[in-house]
T-cell receptor, first 115, second 115 residues
Framework: SQTIHQWPATLVQPVGSPLSLECTVEGTSNPNLYWYRQAAGRGLQLLFYSVGIGQISSEVPQNLSASRPQDRQFILSSKKLLLSDSGFYLC??????????????FGSGTQLSVL | QQQVKQSPQSLIVQKGGISIINCAYENTAFDYFPWYQQFPGKGPALLIAIRPDVSEKKEGRFTISFNKSAKQFSLHIMDSQPGDSATYFCAASMNRGSTLGRLYFGRGTQLTVWP
């Protein structure tokens, strides 16, 4: 069965420090991968998505970047964190080959606090 | 702008009662409407979803009602239980091709079911 791993679960970083969040998917090949952010009291907002290795699309201009160095690995990064980067970051995936390929599955998330 | 509007923001229901959460959308190109359930500190989990070719979909105690002409859809939880206490998100997307997995979420409803 397919599983998604996301770490760390919580992170406290000072303003101006770098960021690297990692997500890996097991049990599937060539998935679509996504980074969503959930700010307090708000819905989830799509930040980046990837349909393949090295292919990244950005939904909103921001202080963050994403990379997909391997088929089942998705990384969210920042060179210098801002206070406004605080939030709950969620990695998600879709199995394009599945009969019900519209189903989006989320990881357990990373709670990032920038102080 | 908020593509999907969700109400109420919070809901308190007695055990055994019916919980109803409403969502409205503007983009008539949306063709996939999922509901997600999220417990504190966890990623959202897909609960139930509907396509606009049907007006209702039921899975156990959970029912989606869909009104295409009004551009509204709602989640009904019958016989609500304390274990249903969570945050519920509605979402919408044009779930095909390059838009696969790009969901627009409502801001969430925090449901509390009292025993």
């Amino acid at each position: 069965s397919q599983t998604i791993h996301q770490w760390p679960a919580t992170l406290v970083q000072p303003v101006g420090s770098p960021l690297s969040l990692e997500c890996t998917v097991e049990g599937t090949s060539n998935p679509n991968l996504y980074w969503y952010r959930q700010a307090a009291g708000r819905g989830l907002q799509l930040l980046f998505y990837s349909v393949g290795i090295g292919q990244i699309s950005s939904e909103v201009p921001q202080n963050l970047s994403a990379s997909r160095p391997q088929d089942r690995q998705f990384i969210l990064s920042s060179k210098k964190l801002l206070l406004s980067d605080s939030g709950f970051y969620l990695c998600a995936w879709i199995d394009r080959a599945a009969p019900t390929n519209e189903k989006l599955f989320f990881g357990s998330g990373t709670q990032l606090s920038v102080l | 702008q908020q593509q999907v509007k969700q109400s109420p923001q919070s809901l308190i229901v007695q055990k055994g009662g019916i919980s109803i959460i409403n969502c409205a959308y503007e983009n008539t190109a949306f063709d996939y409407f999922p509901w997600y359930q999220q417990f504190p500190g966890k990623g959202p989990a897909l609960l139930i979803a509907i396509r606009p070719d049907v007006s209702e979909k039921k899975e156990g105690r959970f029912t989606i009602s869909f009104n295409k002409s009004a551009k509204q859809f709602s989640l009904h939880i019958m016989d609500s239980q304390p274990g249903d206490s969570a945050t519920y998100f509605c979402a919408a997307s044009m779930n095909r091709g390059s838009t696969l997995g790009r969901l627009y979420f409502g801001r969430g409803t925090q449901l509390t079911v009292w025993p």
